[in-house]
């Protein structure tokens, strides 16, 4: 951490009474209107950051002095009591609210909501954990008082910006990741992918009957979302390491960026589940025929036990990849995950004989063994993602 930090860290949150002088004049009978009106609205979404909260809420005060701002977090009921810290906070900072949401997870959809709930014509999104400066904030308002501009993106990837202490592996996903979505959805910005943004409130209102709400990278999901291209403005800024506790950043997040884009561009006219679905299909194929040959080096195993094995082994895998990846917003979990697997092999072997009385039809009538195979794994697959999908998944929603 650096000397500047520590500096601040050494003082207590200040009370309500002081932070509303220096930021809004806010009155103390409910029933007057403040005379300074709402400018902004710093979003923040936490899930277990319960040590970043004070030290946070120090700096947002120190850099929007003379801002209107108000600070709204939104946590995915963190298990680490995240929301009633900052429950606490709000009592004594009453620019400060905390939305706490139960059973949900995602960080998309978190900043969304949080930047639905309130009026403020200015709309930021940072992170809780300090690694975006928030000395940009007043630059990101001042450039936006430019009606010319509707939205300023704090960019790593441009001249005077940097990833800061990333390793090279990490430096190098995210270069990469960085150029797909610029060339997939043809932008310009050097840091589409930036979870560090101010949009004016009206902008973003454009886009959000739009958005897919999905995973990690709320930013592209408005500029790909867009009626109208956004015009935008970035200003640089270091990356810098996180303050207290871990990163949420894993396989999945890197799926589920996978996923938005495909929504972004094929998601038109492909269901996205449908894609992972599909996806998750074609590799649990590979893993029956790794299966199905292991088996025959087995002694003494024929032919067909070999077969039944791969189709289990398969199936069961399908059945956990989707149920982590494909509805990962809407997981089985527990008991619910037994019964979730065996309606998923019904429904999965209803599918298989589907594929083959699709097949075996098809090559009656026209005799090509490649068309005909193709359709009875396209009727098939189709079969199994409609059937799970409403008999696995979206169960709870018929009740
Ligand atoms: N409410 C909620 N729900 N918040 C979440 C969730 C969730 O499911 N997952 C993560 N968060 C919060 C974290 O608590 C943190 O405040 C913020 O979202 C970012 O999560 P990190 O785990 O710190 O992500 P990162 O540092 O690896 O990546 C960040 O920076 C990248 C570069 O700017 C994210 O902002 C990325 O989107 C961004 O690309
Ligand atoms: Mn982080």
Redesign the pocket.
Known sequence: MGGHHDALRAGEPQPAATIGGSNRARPLSPSTPSDTPLELAVV??????IDNADELLRRLQGVLAGIAWEAIF???DSPDGTAAKLQALSRRWPQVRCLR?IGR???SS?CTEGMLSTGAPLLAVM???L??DEALLPQMVQALRDPAVDLVVAS?YMQGGGVGQWDATRRSISARATQLSQRLLRLALSDP????FMIRKTAFESTVYRLSGMG??LLLDILASAPTPLRVKELPYT?RP?HAGD???DNKVAWDYLMLLADKTIGRWVPTRLVSFGAIGSFGVLVHLAVLRLSLAVAGVDFVHAQTVAVTVAMVGNFFLNNALTYRDQQLRGWAVLRGLLVFMLACGIGAVANVGVAAYIHGGWGNWLVSGLAGILVGTVWNYGATAYLVWLKPRRR
């Not at 923040?44 to 950051?49: K, W, Y």
């Not at 992918?193 to 560090?196: D, E, P, R």
Request: aromatic share 12%; glycine share 6%.
């Open positions: 923040i979404p936490t899930f277990n950051e939104v946590d995915d949401r997870r995602g960080l978190a992170d809780a954990d690694q975006h790593r992918l930036s979870g560090f990690f990278k990356f996180r990163s949420k950043l």
